[in-house]
């Protein structure tokens, strides 16, 4: 039996796989982070009525990992692969960046998991990007060695956010008055969508009612913003999210070039599969394409939505597999 965990910012979700079998988890688990006092707590309670052994676990973390240890990003969290396996019993524990394990996890989606963005040249022994925006924006590697594909870890949402016309300078300035530095993760994750929305208010472009202003305080206001923009309810939140949109699919090229990702791009995390449509209609594709003399290379590459919100869990399933580490 293996345990694979995805953890990021504000839920901590765990599986049981039986080993060699990562398209079925014999069983699911879900937690809120803030609950616990760290990944020890959760995986307790979900193996509190677990009567197989199991013989190993893997944990896909949001945050950089160094020398099988990791402060999460978006989590006060510090985990210890050494501590996890003393602590709970387990013979072998490892961690991986969540977005490894993401990139892992491609290998074994079938094509109900995806919804294709450009159909490309598809290369099955091409490197592949894996890019995914959600409580953060993570960024992911997987390569292909010449006899099977390797994941690596990147931090590449961290990186510098580069304005690409007016607009966006004038919202580089605008954040850059807020934060100092500017990441891609500050405009392509939650709070990000939400940056974007107040640069857009403050420059009075759409009005903000009394009504959409109470929903922002009493509710999720990314979730806010994304559901009145697909509604078409404000053209505040419209705006926002069409933006959002431009400078995801901008990114997503630039690791496409970084990688030379003729095996695919992948998009990961919670906010794509609830904007489908909206990526579908040509804008996410174009920012994608937009590279200059690059644009025929770009065409060449297949991109895809994940679908299936299991993926970082059989990623880490298969870990032992590939032995990546």
């Known amino acids: 039996m293996i345990l694979a ?23 699911l688990g879900s937690f809120l982070s803030r609950d616990y006092s760290g990944l020890e707590a959760a995986v307790r309670v979900f193996l509190q009525s677990e009567k197989s052994p199991i013989q190993a676990a893997c944990f896909g973390i949001a945050g950089p990992i160094f020398a099988q240890g990791c402060t999460a990003t978006n989590l006060p969290w510090s985990i210890d692969a050494a501590q996890l396996s003393k602590t709970l019993n387990i013979s072998s524990v490892k961690l991986m960046n969540d977005l490894e394990a993401t990139a892992l996890g491609t290998l074994a989606l079938e094509e109900k998991d ?6 490309g040249e ?21 390569f292909w060695d010449g006899v099977q594909y390797r994941p690596a870890a990147s ?19 605008y954040l850059f008055t807020r934060f100092g530095r500017v990441s891609y993760e500050r405009l392509l994750s939650g709070p990000g969508l939400v940056n974007i929305y107040q640069f857009f208010k403050n420059k009075n472009v759409g009005a903000e009612p009394a009504w959409l202003s109470e929903r922002l305080k009493a509710e999720d206001p990314s979730s806010v913003i994304t559901a009145l923009a697909l509604s078409g309810e404000s053209e505040l939140c ?3 999210l069409d933006l959002f949109v431009s400078i995801y699919g901008a990114e997503a090229g630039n690791l496409a070039l970084k990688l030379l990702a003729t095996g695919g791009v992948f998009i990961g995390g919670g906010i794509a599969p609830k ?16 590279k200059g003399r690059f644009v025929d290379v770009m065409a060449r590459i297949p991109v895809q939505i994940i679908l299936n919100d299991q993926c970082a869990l059989m990623g880490a399933a298969q870990f032992f597999k590939y032995k990546t580490h």
Do not use: W
């Open 5 to 27: 965990g995805d953890i990021g910012g504000t839920h901590t979700r765990l599986a049981l796989f039986e080993e060699g079998k990562v398209n079925t988890p014999l069983r």
């Open 238 to 240: 419209a705006k926002t």
């Open 114 to 119: 995806l919804h294709v963005l450009n159909i």
């Open 275 to 290: 904007i489908v449509k909206l990526l579908s209609e040509g804008l996410f594709m174009k920012a994608y394409s937009d």
């Open 155 to 173: 931090e590449g949402g961290h990186c510098d956010f580069a304005p690409r016309n007016g607009t966006e300078i004038e919202l580089l300035e």
């Open 122 to 142: 598809p290369n099955t022994q091409g490197n592949r990007a894996i890019i995914a925006a959600g409580t953060g924006l993570g960024e992911g590697i997987l």
